[in-house]
């Protein structure tokens, strides 16, 4: 049994039931059945039902918005945002799924001809987290629809009913009723269950966005069935503010980067790694925002940070600030457990964070700003690399030549310039080092689960 929890006052929502073996294993040959026939379904009419898709995202958007609140705990407006975000894609891949997959021609030796098509491999199992419920999904379901395949979604246990509430949109814009089925596990059974789908000859491909020691275990999984994965892991995004930067707008972005999702987020700023001459009034202008940041129930529009998602990622956060400190960084604010319900946790700015503390280097999944401090531009794109992870990373500066410079020397999948990291549908999205590999998003997303099939013709 899944018992899922309000984050905001620890209270039980709904109760759903869990799937056997003999439950999934009809689910994947239903879900099979169907994509034998969609596969041969043009793209004009892939295309129709996607768009119908993202109208209904959009006319039902304060409806799944008030799901993903009630679920997570993200601020209202932001699910509302994100439910609009997964409309986009809908409309994006409908409109870009033909040119895409056009088959590309060529000229051969000796006079042949050359074509390459472009043809889905069957399903495709999506392991999604809890922080984003509908985004990480559609991201990653569109464009495997629309290239032909089945999708099926093992969504996180505390927002299964984000989960029901997708297959039924798909259902409800008419997509075949068993293309894109959910499934439902509990937590002690996910390793076997998982195990079990990656290994199941219809199942093709994985996709999985969670932690680095979640990706581990999947892409060992599948590459024992040797089935394709794409992994999105975790991330620790530096953000460098160089001596020209404009402050004021780099401190406003940075803010908003590492509150956004109440801190929740693979992408969101993690390190701030500040020139020395700006060192001081960046740190003050900082603690500024942050202080004055507004945490509470996340359907009162006023509040910017939530709770947390569960009650032990709070406990790991606040060990991961004591053990910063306890090594000899500064607290500037927050830092402390709040008495009453929910699992809240404060904006909390740490400075003088420095190589050997646990900011430095591990992944926190908060409110929690770490402030480092370079003395130039070569030290900042060290300290910057100096991390397992390779997601995402900014860099602000009032030269675009200068900021450039840096981007280009940084290791990471994606490089912002005097703005903050986000992904788009008309980006290739995804991460080097432990932050996984394989691309979302864009022309390079929906080429990852399709089968490059070369003919020659002579």
Same mark, same amino acid.
């Given at each position: 049994?899944?018992?899922?929890?309000?984050?905001?006052?620890?209270?039980?929502?709904?109760?759903?039931?869990?799937?056997?073996?003999?439950?999934?294993?009809?689910?994947?040959?239903?879900?099979?059945?169907?994509? +034998?026939?969609?596969?041969?379904?043009?793209?004009?009419?892939?295309?129709?039902?996607?768009?119908?898709?993202?109208?209904?995202?959009? #006319?039902?958007?304060?409806?799944?918005?008030?799901?993903?609140?009630?679920?997570?705990?993200?601020?209202?407006?932001?699910?509302?945002?994100?439910?609009?975000?997964?409309?986009?894609?809908?409309?994006?891949?409908?409109?870009?799924?033909?040119?895409?997959? $056009?088959?590309?021609?060529?000229?051969?030796?000796?006079?042949?001809?050359?074509?390459?098509?472009?043809?889905?491999?069957?399903?495709?199992?999506?392991?999604?987290?809890?922080?984003?419920?509908?985004?990480?999904?559609? @991201?990653?379901?569109?464009?495997?629809?629309?290239?032909?395949?089945?999708?099926?979604?093992?969504?996180?246990?505390?927002?299964?009913?984000?989960?029901?509430?997708?297959?039924?949109?798909?259902?409800?814009?008419?997509?075949?009723?068993?293309?894109? +089925?959910?499934?439902?596990?509990?937590?002690?059974?996910?390793?076997?269950?998982?195990?079990?789908?990656?290994?199941?000859?219809?199942?093709?491909?994985?996709?999985?966005?969670?932690?680095?020691?979640?990706?581990?275990?999947?892409?060992? $999984?599948?590459?024992?069935?040797?089935?394709?994965?794409?992994?999105?892991?975790?991330?620790?995004?530096?953000?460098?503010?160089?001596?020209?930067?404009?402050?004021?707008?780099?401190?406003?972005?940075?803010?908003?980067? @590492?509150?956004?999702?109440?801190?929740?987020?693979? %992408?969101?700023?993690?390190?701030? %790694?500040?020139?020395? +001459?700006?060192?001081?009034?960046?740190?003050?202008?900082?603690?500024? @925002?942050?202080?004055?940041?507004?945490?509470?129930?996340?359907?009162?529009?006023?509040?910017?940070?939530?709770?947390?998602?569960?009650?032990?990622?709070?406990?790991?956060?606040?060990?991961?600030?004591?053990?910063?400190?306890?090594?000899?960084?500064?607290?500037?604010?927050?830092?402390?457990?709040?008495?009453?319900?929910?699992?809240?946790?404060?904006?909390?700015?740490?400075?003088?964070?420095?190589?050997?503390?646990?900011?430095?280097?591990?992944?926190?999944?908060?409110?929690?700003?770490?402030?480092?401090?370079?003395?130039?531009?070569?030290?900042?794109?060290?300290?910057?690399?100096?991390?397992?992870?390779?997601?995402?990373?900014?860099?602000?500066?009032?030269?675009?030549?200068?900021?450039?410079?840096?981007?280009?020397?940084?290791?990471?999948?994606?490089?912002?310039?005097?703005?903050?990291?986000?992904?788009?549908?008309?980006?290739?999205?995804?991460? %080097?080092?432990?932050?996984?590999?394989?691309?979302?998003?864009?022309?390079?997303?929906?080429?990852?689960? #399709?089968?490059?099939?070369?003919?020659?013709?002579?």
């Amino acid at each position: 049994m899944i018992i899922t929890v309000n984050p905001s006052t620890e209270e039980p929502i709904a109760e759903y039931s869990v799937m056997t073996s003999a439950q999934i294993e009809a689910v994947i040959t239903s879900a099979d059945r169907e994509y +034998r026939f969609w596969k041969k379904e043009s793209l004009f009419r892939r295309g129709e039902l996607m768009k119908r898709l993202a109208t209904l995202l959009r #006319v039902e958007k304060e409806r799944h918005a008030a799901q993903i609140s009630l679920e997570m705990g993200k601020p209202f407006s932001q699910a509302v945002a994100e439910v609009q975000k997964s409309a986009l894609v809908c409309d994006y891949y409908a409109e870009h799924a033909e040119s895409f997959l $056009k088959p590309e021609r060529s000229e051969l030796d000796g006079g042949a001809k050359g074509v390459v098509k472009f043809e889905p491999i069957g399903l495709v199992l999506g392991i999604m987290p809890w922080n984003f419920p509908f985004w990480q999904v559609f @991201r990653f379901a569109v464009p495997a629809i629309m290239a032909g395949n089945g999708v099926l979604l093992k969504h996180a246990p505390n927002v299964t009913g984000s989960a029901i509430a997708i297959e039924q949109l798909f259902r409800d814009a008419g997509f075949p009723e068993h293309l894109y +089925r959910a499934v439902h596990m509990d937590l002690e059974d996910v390793d076997r269950l998982s195990g079990f789908m990656i290994d199941h000859p219809s199942v093709q491909g994985v996709s999985l966005t969670g932690s680095t020691a979640a990706g581990r275990a999947v892409a060992a $999984k599948a590459g024992r069935a040797l089935k394709r994965t794409v992994l999105e892991l975790g991330g620790s995004d530096p953000y460098i503010v160089l001596d020209d930067a404009d402050l004021n707008r780099a401190v406003a972005l940075c803010a908003a980067s @590492r509150l956004l999702n109440s801190g929740q987020s693979c %992408i969101s700023a993690k390190r701030f %790694i500040v020139h020395s +001459r700006v060192f001081s009034e960046f740190e003050n202008l900082l603690l500024q @925002r942050m202080h004055s940041s507004v945490m509470g129930d996340p359907f009162d529009p006023a509040v910017e940070v939530g709770p947390l998602a569960r009650a032990d990622l709070r406990l790991q956060l606040h060990q991961q600030v004591l053990r910063t400190l306890s090594g000899g960084a500064r607290l500037l604010c927050g830092g402390e457990l709040p008495s009453g319900r929910g699992f809240f946790y404060p904006p909390t700015l740490l400075s003088g964070v420095c190589k050997g503390m646990v900011t430095y280097s591990e992944e926190t999944f908060g409110p929690v700003a770490t402030l480092i401090e370079a003395h130039d531009d070569h030290e900042a794109v060290r300290i910057a690399n100096d991390t397992p992870y390779g997601l995402g990373s900014a860099v602000f500066s009032a030269s675009t030549d200068r900021a450039l410079a840096v981007a280009d020397q940084l290791d990471a999948g994606n490089c912002f310039i005097n703005s903050m990291v986000k992904s788009d549908p008309a980006m290739p999205f995804g991460g %080097i080092k432990e932050s996984g590999y394989g691309r979302e998003l864009a022309l390079y997303g929906i080429r990852e689960f #399709v089968n490059v099939k070369s003919f020659s013709v002579s």
